[in-house]
């Protein structure tokens, strides 16, 4: 009885307090009304409500099938936990609202960003929650070697590894068979040789761009960097004004020759589109490529990156992009967390990591089971994408995740001064370096 009334109390305060901040401050745009975690919202049935924000859209492979997995969580946990979702699909758009939402002290419940090393602004704001009490032997086992370590600030793990994406080449096999191509080539050289043949045959080569963050582009000198110097030559701290550094500037420069006439202020939508429809011959992206390429996926092939052939980089590696981690507000409700962490260890446990790579197409840090019966049997681009990423021998990350934010702003524009020798490729990566100091 006591208990109930307690509820009940409880209940009438609750309802008081989001009533009064409904009248004072309306709707929080993006987040469902919450106030820096602090504040538990329930619903009629009493269950905990959890507002998540994110930026995957229903409308693809992704998205749909995230959003599958958490309608499956709520159902689970009808009258305990109600996760609440939050939609913006316009990525650059959303990270920058995360940031406001943090430094307003309207933190979202549950949130993803991009994790840079060089601007941890969000995991030194004392906003986000420290996961490391619940992080134990089970659940950190179901992690990538390394992506906790890196996701740990200051000695808290204020974020989950989550989407942990490989860039791979994809190429038009019907072009290259037009163009009289009959094997991807190995080496960069070859690469090249074999751009001139797809020029000589009416088919632009590869899809590049310029514009937001520049994902292909620095995929290609991302390699272009690692072939010419090792894998560590882009860590954060490391000194980008190389000589390496300006032997791969200088073979982007080439490839900018093979591209189309709208890469230069191109976003990704425009890059990925021209490769999709048959405009361009190859593209360096991550898996969620694989949903736009249904239509002619027969046509596509996914090849490893190529070398110089002198022993730099391993056989087969990986650009990756950094981390796009799960976070949590801090909240001094400890039913809140539980909530929460039973939402995180839901969301990356073995058979929501699969059903998210073989639905939604998303690679991630979280461990995927290759000898399940199901994902072996996968087929089409998928299968071989995660057959080619499951022998990865080494990886780096996407130059761009380790460079300051001021280099990152000024990185279009020195791109498209590059594309059309306004600067030579030693200026360019001096002019980065500059910036990055």
Request: net charge negative.
């Amino acid at each position: 009885m006591i208990r109930q009334k307690r509820r009940k109390l409880m209940k009438k305060r609750i309802l008081s307090i989001l009533l009064t901040a409904s009248l004072t401050a309306g709707l929080m745009a993006g987040c469902g009304g919450q106030s820096g975690g602090n504040e538990t919202e329930r619903s009629d049935s009493g269950a905990i409500v959890l507002d998540m924000y994110h930026s995957w859209s229903t409308d693809t492979e992704r998205g749909a099938a995230l959003d599958k997995l958490i309608q499956q969580f709520n159902k689970e946990n009808e009258g305990e936990i109600e996760v609440k979702v939050t939609i913006n699909p316009d990525f650059p758009a959303y990270q920058e609202k995360v940031k406001t939402m943090i430094s307003t002290d309207t933190t979202p419940d549950i949130f993803h960003y991009n994790f840079n090393p060089n601007d941890l602004s969000r995991q030194e704001s004392g906003k986000l929650m420290d996961f490391t009490e619940y992080m134990d032997d089970e659940w950190r086992s179901r992690f990538g070697e390394g992506d906790l370590e890196n996701l740990t600030i200051n000695g808290e793990i204020t974020s989950i590894p989550f989407e942990k994406a490989g860039a791979v080449i994809y190429y038009n096999k019907e072009l290259f068979a037009q163009a009289g191509i009959d094997e991807f080539p190995d080496t960069w050289d070859g690469l090249l040789d074999a751009c001139d043949k797809l020029e000589a045959a009416g088919i632009t080569p590869i899809s590049l761009y310029t514009a937001d963050d520049a994902w292909y582009t620095c995929n290609l000198l991302t390699y272009l960097a690692a072939g010419y110097a090792g894998l560590d030559t882009l860590n954060k701290g490391g000194d980008i004004n190389t000589q390496e550094m300006k032997q791969a500037a200088e073979m982007l420069r080439k490839f900018w020759n093979y591209t189309t006439g709208d890469a230069i202020g191109a976003n990704y939508s425009v890059a990925s589109n021209n490769f999709a429809s048959g405009k361009t011959a190859m593209a360096i992206d991550g898996p969620w490529l694989i949903g736009s390429l249904s239509e002619v996926e027969d046509k596509i092939g996914i090849a490893k990156a190529p070398s110089f052939g002198d022993g730099k980089v391993p056989d087969n590696y990986v650009v990756t992009d950094a981390q796009t981690p799960w976070a949590a507000a801090a909240t001094d409700d400890q039913d809140k967390a539980d909530a929460i962490v039973k939402f995180m260890k839901f969301i990356t446990s073995e058979e929501s990591v699969k059903q998210l790579t073989l639905d939604g197409a998303v690679f991630l840090s979280p461990k995927l089971d290759m000898e399940d019966p199901d994902v072996k049997a996968t087929g089409g681009l998928l299968g071989e994408y995660l057959a080619l990423n499951s022998t990865v021998e080494d990886s780096t990350i996407n130059m761009q995740r380790n460079l300051s934010t001021a280099a990152n702003a000024a990185l279009p524009s020195l791109l498209e001064s590059l594309a059309l020798d306004n600067i030579t490729p030693d200026e360019f990566v001096e002019q980065l370096a500059t910036e990055n100091e």
